[in-house]
């Protein structure tokens, strides 16, 4: 099985033949493959392209569609979006398909995320060349892309305008690159974006709702982590992103539970050893450690771990998953 990130999409040559299986929640880096696959067999051979959704797919049309054996066919790029809406059937007659796939035509198959354990999806799985299209689960994982889109665009940013756009943005690239277009649009013919471009522009979301977040967890405040958890989730932030801020938060509160176990004063560790955090911020995460001790964290990273394996492999909801996350917390302490 070959694997590529969607960031580096240039670096894959398609060929006519190839099928592509495309997985992760970004709208983003999904269109990014498709366009780069597309673009790159049409100026190799005339492909005809052909959109087909999961959701709406039956056994007659799918097998219509892939047969690439009529009269009347030719090259085709058959983009099939939400596969991982297949019902049983028509999932196992894609799978068919894949046991003796055509050359004269290539499959891009988008999901959300997909079920290895069923045959279905094994057979597809080995047969295509994935491609990684997950949204940034922290801030600092939009640097590379980052990186790229400036140098296209031909500007740069000062470090400290850096960390402001990554701590500001909306962790997902589509969100990223709407508000870099903006920059650019701002700074007009200047090719260096300063920090004050960057708030002005942007001025604070998603760092706004985290520390609010951060707040109702290291106050064991239940009902307020649970609104705020609704609100993340209606915003279209990804199950990930959001366990991620929860891992983030306890990796945090424990690493201060450790120093104070170790008989290091306060001021030292909100002056030392807690560079990650705004300097606004060290006094009141030093306020939630109270709330916790190390035997309680030791239960926390338990549940974390289950529900990082539940939102990968388990049919239920993100919302019912984190949901219920929270609560195992709460109820933990």
């Known amino acids: 099985m070959n694997e590529i990130n969607a960031l580096e999409i240039d670096k894959l040559k398609p060929k006519l033949g190839e099928n592509f299986l495309l997985v992760g929640g970004d709208a983003y880096l999904t269109d990014l493959a498709i366009d780069h696959i597309r ?3 049409k100026s190799k051979a005339k492909v005809d392209l052909v959109i087909i959704y999961g959701d709406e797919a039956k ?5 219509e569609l892939l047969d690439s054996y009529s009269v009347f066919s030719s090259a085709k790029l058959v983009l099939f979006r939400n596969t991982d809406q297949l019902r049983k059937k028509e999932l196992d007659t894609l799978a068919d398909y894949f046991r003796e796939p ?8 988008t999901a959300e995320k997909i079920d290895n354990k069923t045959a279905g999806w094994k057979i597809i799985s080995k047969a295509c060349i994935h491609i990684l299209c997950n949204p940034p689960n922290y ?5 590379p892309w980052l990186d790229k889109a400036l140098t296209q665009l031909g500007l740069t940013m000062s470090f400290k305008a850096r960390q402001a756009f990554i701590s500001r943005v909306e962790l997902d690239y589509a969100n990223a690159n709407n508000e870099l277009q903006k920059l650019a649009l701002l700074v007009g013919d200047k090719k260096e974006i300063t920090e004050s471009d960057v708030i002005r522009s942007i001025g604070s979301s998603r760092v706004g709702t985290q520390i609010d977040f951060y707040r109702a967890l290291g106050n064991r405040q239940v009902k307020e982590a649970m609104q705020l958890l609704e609100r993340m989730l209606n915003s279209e932030f990804k199950a990930l992103q959001v366990l991620f801020y929860l891992i983030k938060f306890y990796d945090t509160i424990y ?16 002056n030392i050893h807690l560079p990650n955090l705004y300097p606004s911020q060290r006094r ?4 939630f450690s109270n709330n916790y001790t190390l035997l309680q964290l030791e239960r926390i990273f338990n549940i974390l771990l289950d529900t990082d394996t539940k939102i990968k492999s388990s049919s239920a909801s993100d919302a019912v998953l984190l949901t219920n996350c929270i609560f195992e917390i709460m109820e933990s302490l």
């Open 284 to 287: 009141e995460f030093m306020d």
């Open 102 to 109: 055509s050359e004269q035509q290539s499959i891009i198959l």
């Open 59 to 63: 056994v007659p049309e799918i097998n």
């Open 139 to 143: 801030g600092g994982a939009l640097s």
């Open 255 to 270: 690493y201060i539970l450790l120093l104070k176990k170790a008989y290091i004063s306060a001021p030292e560790i909100m």
């Open 39 to 41: 673009k790159h067999l």
